[in-house]
C-alpha cells in the first residue's frame, strides 16, 4: 500500500492550529503511541500560499522533518480542499451556485464550483508546487488529493458549471437530436434545437425530466472526478511512484466510486458509525466491504472518531472498548491500518468538540490511554497487512441504477432507498459471518456462489449475464434502460428470460400498511407478477394479490417481488451459527470475532489457533468479553469458516 511496514496507524494532523512549540510533544506522543503515518496539510492552501504565488513552505518543511525524525510517515495532502480567501475575492466565481442560484459565500470549507476553470488551474498549480517541493522528502508515502469529495459541494449551477455540462452532454449524444431522443423531450414540450439551450437541472415549477437528472448526476460525478484527475496527473509526472489516494464517504449517492477506485491507487474510506445506535456496526460492515471491493484488494481507514464527532444533532462518545472493536472492524473487513480524524483535538472551529486521538485533557483521559492500547493492538497484528478477503456472496451496487431509482417525484414510490434494500440483504448475511463483496452488473460475476441485486432498476441486456453460481434479483428491477426509458413490454424488461416471469403491475404498499407471504411479511412493495416458465417458491396472502405468487425460480435464478424483512432464506449458502451481536470475518487465515454486544458470548472456534490480541492459544469453546475481540490465526492453513 506504502512504505511503512506493516499496519498503518495514525490521523490527520493541523499542526497550523497550534504553536511552534507544541509540535515537539506531539510527536514524542505519536512516537509512543506506535503513530506511523499522520494526514497533514488537508486544508493549508491559506498558510501555504498566503498571497498569489508567494509561497510559505518553512512550518510545512519544519513539520514533515520532525515526522520523519521521529519514524512518522507522511499521507500529504495537496491541499486543495478550501480555496484561500485571495483567490474567491479576486474571482467570486469559483464559489458554488445552489439550484435556486444563490451564490454560497466564503467562510465553511469546499467552496469550490466543480467545473470552474480558475480554481482547476489554481489548484492545479498548487499541487504542483507541493509535489516539486516534497517529492525528495522522505516523510512522503502517499499523496491525498483534496477531501472527501461531494461532502458540500457535489453540484454547481452557476453559468461555468451549465457550459461544462453541455460539453460532457455533446461528447454523450454528439448531436441535440440524439440528446431529445435519450431524454424523451417529447414530453412536456422539452423538445430542444440546440445544444445551447440546455441547462442544468435548476430549480423549477414542476417535477424535472428525469433522464436529465440521471445525466445531472453521471455529468457531476464526472465533473469531480476530472477535477481530481488534474492534480492526479501532475503528481504522476512528480512522483510516479508514489501512491495517490482520496478519502472517501463510505456508500455515498452523489459518486459513482467505481469509476473513481480505478483512478486512485489506494482505496481510502472516513466512516462515522454513530454509537448512539446498536446497530451502526452492521451498516459500517457494509461500507467496508465496498472499500475492499472497489479494487479488490486491502483499502485503508483514513478517518474514524476515537469517539464523539461533532456535526450529529446530539453525538455520544464512544463508551469503553469501542472505539477498539470499531478499528478492528475496519481491519477485519480489509483495511490495512486505522487513521483517525484527528490527531490533536482541536481548540477551536467547528471541529472542537470532535474527538481526538489526543484528547483537550492530554495524556490523562481515557481517551489517551485507548490510543496507547489501540497502538499496541496493531503492532501485535502487523502481519494481517496486505492479506486478502475470499467472499462466495456478491452484492450488486450500479450508481447508475441508484441515481434512477433515487429520481425525485415521479416514482411509484420513493420509499424504495438503495442503502436500506442492500442493507436488508446484507444484515442477515453478516450475522452469519458470511463474507460479501460488492458487485457491478455488468462484470464478471462466475467466481460468485451467490450473486443478489437488491434492486436493479436500470440494466442493460450485458447486466447479470456473467452470474454462474444463484442469482436473486429483487422488486423493481429491469425496469429501464441507461436513458431511464422502461424497457419494452415493462419490467423486468432484458431479465425476462433469465427469471421467466413478466411483471404485471408494481404494488406499492403505503406506509405502515404490510402484505402477507408465505416466506414472511412484506412491507413497502409489492408487485402483481406472471411466471412465464419459472416456479413458484412463496406467494401472498390475502388483500388484493391474493394467491398471486411473491417468489419465484427458474433454475437457479430467484425473483423475489416484494420487500422481506429477512429474504435470505432461499440463498443456497450455509452460514455460522453465531450468538446475537457477535461478527466473525476472515481475512486469509485469520479469523476476527467481533462480540459487538454489552453482554459475554460465547463461541465454538471451528479450529484451533493463536489470539494474536493476547497471544494466547486458543480452542473449542471460548467466551468473548463485552465490546471485545479475538483475532484467531488459525493453525490450519485451510480455512473452515466460509
Ligand atoms: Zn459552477
Known amino acids: 500500500m506504502t512504505r511503512v511496514r506493516g499496519l498503518l496507524f495514525g490521523g490527520d494532523y493541523n499542526p497550523e492550529q497550534w504553536p511552534e512549540e507544541v509540535w515537539a510533544e506531539d510527536v514524542r506522543l505519536m512516537a509512543e503511541a506506535g503513530v506511523n503515518m499522520a494526514t497533514v496539510a488537508v486544508f493549508s492552501w491559506s498558510r501555504l500560499e498566503p498571497r498569489p504565488g508567494v509561497y510559505d513552505w518553512g512550518w510545512l518543511d519544519r513539520v514533515l522533518d520532525l515526522l520523519h525524525e521521529y519514524g512518522i510517515a507522511a499521507d500529504l495532502a495537496t491541499a486543495t480542499a478550501t480555496p484561500p480567501p485571495w483567490l474567491v475575492r479576486e474571482h467570486p466565481e469559483v464559489m458554488p451556485v445552489d439550484a435556486a442560484g444563490t451564490r454560497l459565500e466564503f467562510g465553511s470549507r469546499q467552496g469550490y464550483c466543480p467545473s470552474s476553470p480558475v480554481f482547476k488551474q489554481h489548484a492545479v498549480r498548487l499541487a504542483r508546487a507541493v509535489a516539486e517541493r516534497y517529492k525528495d522528502h522522505p516523510a512522503l508515502a502517499m499523496w491525498h488529493i483534496s477531501n472527501e469529495y461531494a461532502d458540500h459541494t457535489l453540484e454547481c449551477f452557476c453559468p461555468e458549471s451549465a457550459r461544462h455540462f453541455r460539453s460532457w452532454l455533446e461528447k454523450r449524444y454528439g448531436s441535440v437530436d440524439a440528446l431529445n431522443q435519450a431524454w424523451g423531450t417529447s414530453c412536456w414540450g422539452q423538445h430542444y434545437t440546440n445544444l445551447d439551450q440546455v441547462e ?35 503528481l504522476r509526472e512528480i512522483t510516479p511512484d ?52 472497489l479494487k479488490r484488494k486491502p483499502w485503508l481507514l483514513l478517518e474514524s472518531a476515537p469517539s464523539a464527532v461533532s456535526w450529529r444533532e446530539v453525538n455520544v462518545p464512544k463508551p469503553p472498548g469501542m472505539m477498539r472493536l470499531h478499528s478492528l472492524q475496519a481491519l477485519a473487513h480489509g483495511s490495512d491500518g486505522v487513521m483517525f480524524f484527528q490527531w490533536r483535538q482541536a481548540h477551536y472551529g467547528p471541529e472542537k468538540f470532535h474527538s481526538a486521538m489526543l484528547p483537550h485533557g492530554g495524556t490523562s483521559t481515557r481517551g489517551w490511554q485507548d490510543t496507547l492500547r489501540l497502538g499496541r493492538d496493531l503492532r501485535n497484528l502487523a502481519e494481517i497487512a496486505g492479506t486478502s478477503t475470499k467472499a462466495d456472496v456478491a452484492l450488486i451496487l450500479d450508481w447508475d441504477s441508484w441515481w434512477g431509482l433515487e429520481a425525485p417525484e415521479s416514482m411509484p414510490s420513493n420509499r424504495l432507498r438503495l442503502k436500506e434494500l442492500l442493507l436488508a440483504w446484507y444484515a442477515p448475511l453478516h450475522a452469519r459471518g458470511i463474507n460479501v463483496d460488492l458487485a457491478r452488473p455488468d462484470e464478471d460475476l462466475s467466481g460468485y456462489r451467490v450473486v443478489i441485486a437488491p434492486n436493479l432498476y436500470m440494466c442493460t441486456a450485458e447486466s447479470l449475464r456473467t452470474v454462474t453460481g444463484q442469482l436473486v434479483v429483487g422488486p423493481f428491477s429491469g425496469v429501464v434502460d441507461p436513458n431511464d426509458h422502461v424497457h419494452p413490454g415493462g419490467a423486468p424488461g432484458p431479465l425476462k428470460t433469465m427469471l421467466g416471469i413478466e411483471v404485471d403491475e408494481f404494488w406499492p404498499l403505503p406506509d405502515g400498511v404490510t402484505q402477507e407471504t408465505t416466506a414472511g411479511i412484506a412491507h413497502t412493495w409489492a408487485e402483481w407478477i406472471r411466471p412465464i416458465d419459472a416456479e413458484v417458491v412463496a406467494t401472498y396472502q390475502g388483500g388484493e ?17 416484494c420487500l422481506l424483512d429477512d429474504p435470505t432464506a432461499i440463498l443456497s449458502i450455509e452460514g455460522l451459527d453465531l450468538p446475537d451481536g457477535v461478527e466473525a470475518t476472515r481475512r486469509e487465515n485469520y479469523l476476527f470475532l467481533l462480540n459487538h454486544a454489552t453482554t459475554p458470548k460465547k463461541v465454538i472456534l471451528p479450529t484451533p489457533g493463536r489470539d494474536l490480541l493476547t497471544q494466547q492459544d486458543l480452542e473449542g469453546e471460548i467466551e468473548i468479553a463485552p465490546r471485545d475481540a479475538i483475532v484467531l490465526k488459525e493453525s490450519s492453513d485451510t480455512p473452515v469458516y466460509p
Not at 430549480?203 to 453521471?218: E, I, M, Y
Not at 466510486?257 to 458509525?273: H, L
Not at 394479490?545 to 417481488?561: E, F, H, N
Open 242 to 293: 508514489i501512491p495517490v489516494t482520496t478519502n472517501f464517504m463510505s456508500i455515498l449517492h452523489g459518486l459513482d466510486y467505481w469509476k473513481w477506485a480505478a483512478e486512485e491507487d489506494v482505496v481510502s474510506d472516513d466512516a462515522y458509525p454513530d454509537p448512539a445506535d446498536p446497530e451502526s456496526h452492521v451498516a459500517v460492515a457494509l461500507s467496508y466491504d465496498l472499500m475492499r471491493s
Open 200 to 234: 442544468p437541472p435548476r430549480k423549477a415549477p414542476g417535477p424535472v425530466n428525469p433522464s436529465q437528472l440521471v445525466d445531472w448526476r453521471r455529468f457531476c460525478s464526472d465533473a469531480l472526478l476530472e477535477l481530481f484527475g488534474a492534480e492526479k496527473s501532475v
Open 545 to 561: 394479490l391474493d394467491g398471486l405468487p411473491a417468489i419465484t425460480r427458474k433454475g437457479d435464478a430467484y425473483y423475489v417481488s
